[in-house]
């Protein structure tokens, strides 16, 4: 069994990344990112901290801005229009998800599509249906199709079944997985809560990707022989041993289902590191077509 990692993948992207920059600059261009971070949602933050130090780390220009809960939906649209209008911004980032009183779509359909890095903006939805490559892919199916490509996992022809069917991650999986490009070309299976005898129909994959929410969740029964595994899932469980009270596990019983599997990622360590890495891409690619660089 193989342990599909993310870090040295993520490392990759990050090298790939490096040199892009570096030829943005030679040109006089410098990438830059603005997450919008609205309240003070604890995990929400530190998604938005660790985004920020990559930014840094990296050498792009970060810009975090930080609003309060109460904030009304004319004013966050006001701030969205002003990052939208600055060329020193290539890519925007809204942290999801939103307090109640405001529309998450709304918001979502006001950021300039060539600003949406994070590939929600419904124009970059249909670019990724229609192959356009000048669309952004949502970063963690994007991070979960380069892992399989750079693992050598052949996609094609394969049958990949895709538990989980939100616009964030399983939908657009399964639209970057039936496409024609590198680490597609698959036969793609999504299933979902309202799926009939759901192992029947897993154990029919030469690719399984779990991106339900549930801890632990897919066990052997799910799993046939020989199979490669993608666990997007990450789940907060007690965990009194624990420094902080509580430990990440994925929507797969690792356990039970590893000794099964010819390749299999890890939770924490897996899909997760590659979504950032991803947003840098994405943040580049913005910048290269903005600049022409
Ligand atoms: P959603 O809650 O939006 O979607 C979950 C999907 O799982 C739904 O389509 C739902 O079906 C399906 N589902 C729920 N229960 C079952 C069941 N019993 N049998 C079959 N299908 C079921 O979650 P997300 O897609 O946003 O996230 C999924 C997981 O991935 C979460 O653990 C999340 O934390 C993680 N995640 C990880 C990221 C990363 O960076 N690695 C990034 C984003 C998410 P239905 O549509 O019928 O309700």
Known sequence: ??????????????????????????????????????????????????KDDKCRELGFHSLKIERPAGISRGELLETIAELNADPAIHGILVQMPLPGHLDEDEVILAIDPAKDVDGLHPINLGKIAMEDPTGFAPCTPSGCQRMLVESGIETAGRHVVVVGRSLLVGKSLALLMMGKGPGANATVTVAHSRTRDLPSITRQADILVAAIGRPRFIGADHVRDGAVVIDVGINRIDDPSARRGYRLVGDVDFDAVAPKCDAITPVPGGVGVMTIAMLMRNTIRACQMATGA
Not at 6 to 32: N, S
Request: glycine share 8%; with cysteine; charged share 20%.
């Open 1 to 50: 069994m193989k342990l599909i990692e993310g870090k040295p993948i993520a490392e990759a992207v990050y090298a790939e990344c490096r040199t892009e920059l570096a030829q943005l600059q030679a040109a006089g261009h410098l990438p830059g990112l603005a997450v919008v971070l609205v309240g003070d949602d604890p995990a929400s933050k530190a998604y938005v901290a660790s």
